[in-house]
């Protein structure tokens, strides 16, 4: 199994970038996290991958990449990251996005689409065009409290992502531990990024085969939003997975096995 990270500059920016998964895989799948959560995090989802190697990186601060003296959109980004498969002699991808990286995996599916195989979307919206989610819940999101302080992570987390968490504390527990923080210049760039983004306008124009999963008890990315994905995206299937935002935490092995088995399948 791979289990290599390195540093990599593309355009003046070091990225911390972690490959990962079977040495001898038939497909590779570009990572883009959620919103202050780094390459860390993942390991519980990305153990159960057979068959696909894992690229996942720490966005711009970010865990172990240094936050810029700018702010960034979602398109500096996916300029950079396409040098970085260029450096990783990474020819094509199928693209994976959750939440706030959902954004970022549309944007590198627009911009770089001859390089993608197929996207997917977790827990994701189009943007400024979407139904959002609860205010209190959203309000306790403005700030990286929940990826500096373990503890506050373990009183808000059931509040805040729904579903299963109440009842796997002890997944919540080892993720709020393998956080490795950024500083909060680098949150507020992510969510400075998405400020008055939208994927709705280009979504037609990706003819990637496309999987949307939603978590039927969302209280961040209400299920609706799959909906207006599903509708604007030219080759998708929707599927609800009962949880809240978080699962491909709660539910690592189910969700890994149906990504791989969609990718593999085009």
């Not at 540093?7 to 919103?35: F, K, S």
């Not at 990783?88 to 549309?106: E, M, N, P």
């Not at 280009?202 to 509708?231: C, E, T, Y």
């Not at 080759?235 to 609800?240: D, I, K, P, R, S």
Request: net charge neutral; glycine share 8%; with cysteine.
């Amino acid at each position: 199994m791979l289990n290599d990270t390195r540093i990599i500059t593309a355009q003046g920016q070091d990225w911390n970038v972690a490959i990962l998964g079977p040495e001898h895989a038939e497909r590779t799948l570009l990572v883009c996290n959620g919103i202050g959560a780094s390459v860390d995090t993942i390991g519980p989802f990305v153990q159960h991958f057979k068959r696909t190697r894992l690229v996942a990186f720490d966005v711009p601060g970010v865990g172990r990449s240094p936050t810029p003296m700018l702010p960034y959109r979602f398109s500096n980004l996916t300029r950079m990251l396409n040098i970085i498969l260029d450096q990783l002699a990474i020819d094509q991808v199928d693209v994976f996005g959750v939440s706030w990286g959902g954004g970022l995996a549309q944007q590198f599916a627009y911009d770089f689409q001859s390089r993608c195989r197929s996207l997917t979307l977790a827990a994701t919206a189009a943007g400024l065009v979407m139904v959002p989610g609860n205010l209190k819940v959203l309000s306790k999101m403005a700030t990286p409290k929940r990826y500096m302080d373990p503890n506050y992570m373990m009183s808000v987390g059931a509040e805040i992502y729904g579903g299963d968490v109440a009842m796997k504390q002890e997944l919540l527990r080892e993720h709020a531990a393998a956080m490795q923080a950024g500083d909060r210049r680098g949150y507020l760039y992510q969510l400075m990024a998405g400020v008055g983004w939208t994927s709705y306008l280009f979504l037609r124009q990706i003819q990637l085969p496309s999987l949307i999963l939603m978590g039927s008890d969302d209280p961040i990315v209400p299920p609706i939003n799959g909906k207006i994905l599903a509708h604007r995206l030219p080759n998708a299937t929707l599927e609800y997975v009962d949880c809240g935002h978080m699962f491909v935490l709660t539910q690592a092995e189910q969700i890994a096995d149906r990504i791989e088995t969609f990718i593999h399948a085009h």
